[in-house]
């Protein structure tokens, strides 16, 4: 089986150190050929490092979870908050 990784619209939930790093391969240029785009990084504290780093870059970020479920034609989400009810 082959998946095709490029053009993914992507969003995350959970905005804490690991998202940071995520946010810097996807977006740095090993990973660039890719094109993914980020297009929300979603977390309740806004002052983690993920969520700084996203308003950085320019990637829309938010505090409430459902935003994500708005995103027309997401590709992939990235549950990165270890919340039960989230899953």
């Known amino acids: 089986m082959d998946i095709d990784l490029r053009g993914l619209k992507i969003a995350i939930i959970g905005g804490a150190s690991p998202c940071?790093?995520?946010l810097e391969l996807l977006t740095g240029s090993g990973l660039e050929s890719l094109g993914c785009r980020i297009v929300l990084v979603a977390d309740t504290l806004e002052r983690v490092e993920g969520i700084?780093?996203?308003r950085k870059l320019g990637i829309p970020v938010s505090s409430e979870y459902e935003d994500?479920?708005?995103i027309p034609d997401l590709d992939l989400i990235l549950k990165l908050k270890s919340d039960v009810q989230l899953s």
């Open 68 to 70: 994500i479920c708005n």
């Open 20 to 22: 940071r790093r995520i």
């Open 52 to 54: 700084q780093y996203a």
